[in-house]
């Protein structure tokens, strides 16, 4: 039997903008996919972006989060907060990136942790890098060319356009 009238109750990020969002509900859109602790290469003459399965010293790779967290910004300078302004922007993050996703005005996959409950559908869905990436301590910098991801490769990485 059906409530006459009952609607059903949207859920944060279909309610609010990106710039609304408490701390806590911004952190809880990342889906500990990891794919922005990869290093990416730039090609400098055709700004082309190519993301390689190397990944930051930091990164746990059986929970795909990062190790130092709270000051990673300081251990890692060059790492980058994802902000609205950054997730409009950045051509680096994967096209499954919640942050991403309901920047450009999409919703979340159904594997996501806030929609499946548990963050072990992400890994089930295959949509992180657990098992696909190596660290950075095992890598000269000058060889990363090396371990740019190939279309023909495991890991599916794909960005948005």
Same mark, same amino acid.
């Given at each position: 039997?059906?409530?006459?009238? @009952? @609607?059903?109750?949207?859920?944060?990020?279909?309610?609010?903008?990106?710039? +609304?969002?408490?701390?806590?509900?911004? +952190?809880?859109? /990342?889906?500990? /996919?990891?794919?922005? /602790?990869?290093?990416?290469?730039?090609?400098?003459?055709?700004?082309?972006?190519?993301?390689?399965?190397?990944? /930051? &010293?930091?990164?746990?790779?059986?929970?795909?989060?990062?190790?130092?967290?709270?000051? &990673?910004?300081? #251990?890692?300078?060059?790492?980058?907060?994802?902000?609205? @302004?950054? %997730?409009? +922007?950045?051509?680096?993050?994967?096209?499954?990136?919640?942050? &991403?996703?309901?920047?450009?005005?999409?919703?979340?996959?159904?594997?996501?942790?806030?929609?499946?409950?548990?963050? @072990?559908?992400?890994?089930?869905?295959?949509?992180? *890098? &657990?098992?696909? %990436? #190596?660290?950075?301590?095992? *890598?000269?910098?000058?060889?990363?060319?090396?371990? #740019?991801?190939? %279309?023909?490769?495991?890991?599916?990485?794909?960005?948005?356009?």
């Amino acid at each position: 039997m059906k409530l006459v009238g @009952q @609607q059903k109750t949207k859920s944060f990020w279909q309610e609010k903008k990106l710039t +609304e969002f408490t701390p806590e509900e911004w +952190e809880s859109l /990342c889906d500990g /996919c990891a794919q922005c /602790c990869l290093h990416k290469l730039e090609d400098e003459d055709s700004g082309d972006l190519y993301f390689t399965n190397v990944a /930051c &010293r930091f990164l746990d790779h059986e929970t795909c989060r990062c190790s130092c967290y709270e000051d &990673r910004s300081v #251990i890692v300078p060059d790492c980058l907060q994802v902000t609205p @302004q950054l %997730a409009m +922007e950045a051509n680096w993050l994967p096209a499954t990136c919640a942050y &991403r996703l309901l920047a450009v005005g999409e919703d979340l996959p159904e594997w996501h942790p806030l929609l499946s409950g548990s963050v @072990q559908s992400v890994f089930d869905a295959g949509a992180s *890098i &657990r098992g696909r %990436a #190596i660290s950075e301590e095992y *890598i000269h910098p000058d060889d990363l060319p090396n371990y #740019i991801v190939d %279309a023909d490769d495991d890991v599916e990485l794909v960005l948005l356009e």
